[in-house]
């Protein structure tokens, strides 16, 4: 019910008035230089009691830092299968592009001059047999930006493990960033055999997972770096947050559309999208999805499958794309109320046969 930890003694007082039928308690301030960040505060019994500040409980953006690791548990045989789906789902979901070196091939465009002539002195200098070189695909690198602040701390360790399957399917493509209100990059961390040494190693990396969010100032961060800048360069981003942004949502909209123009897409998945009444109706989400190319929703391996096999159909389709499904979402939903006859007060509707 708050928004800042500083207003939990009037908080008290409100709670000890109306729940305990008017006996209001003295709240008991703790010293400035108490390091453990606790608040006491006196019960109905007259006993004290310590709640300990907990920034980023998991129901809204906190603007508050923590420091300090987290561990994210083992995985379950089920997350394991769902990780084995994901290993071959990536691989045949990411988008492809003509490498730079060229490739002996049985046909293509481009003689292979070298090997004709070859083969022409083999032949006493007659044009006996065409060769030809071609530019084999390869997969396009894929940045993935995954947000570990407070409010996504029931969804951060299936997550995490989401792009480890990611790094491990293609280690040489995928780049894995975390951020809440600082920026890490993780992808050295999630190179290590095995998935629960791999979530160890980013426990010890990330150091602001649960914490407050800075959604703009984390991305600000990405695009002044010039070497995180040429890892966005013509790759698929995708940013997995739920777009709860502190304050002025400004920066990460600009943020985005950078990232926008960079990419060859942006895809943006939140949890909040895995709900069907979902709509990004606030000021940030409003803000970003011009400019993005598709809004799904992941808060799980599951549904992390589920989007990763969209992908090719996010390619395939037209730029910035997400912001004109919406629109004819918003429309067919205000149609089809319109179309439904109104139902009296007091009457149950009856279904259609």
Known sequence: MLSDIAGLAAFDRVFDAWFVHGLVTEVVTPPPD???????????????????ERPGGGVEASAAATTGGRTFGRSDARQRDLMRSLLVAWPASLPVIPSRRRRPARSGRTLDMRRVWRQARRDGGELTRLRWRTRPPRARRLLLLLDVSGSLKRHTPDLLRLAYTARQAAPARTEVFTFGTQLTRITGALSGAGVDPALAAVSRAVTDADGGTAIG??????????????????????????GLERGDPTDMVRATDRLSRLGHRLVWWSPLACSPTYRPVTRGMAGL?????????????????????????????????????????REHDRHRRRASPPVAPGRPAVAER
């Open 289 to 329: 999805l011009p400019h993005l190319d598709h809004l799904g929703g992941v808060q799980d391996l599951a549904t992390g499958l589920s989007e990763v096999e969209r992908i090719p159909a996010v390619v395939a389709g037209p730029r910035r794309a997400a912001w004109r499904l919406f629109t004819r979402e």
């Open 217 to 242: 100032e984390a991305l600000r961060r990405f695009l002044a770096n010039p070497r995180y800048l040429a890892l966005a360069r013509g790759a698929l981003i995708v940013v997995i947050s739920d």
């Open 34 to 52: 108490d390091v453990d960040g606790q608040v006491t505060s006196s019960g109905e019994n007259g006993a004290i009691s310590t709640m300990e």
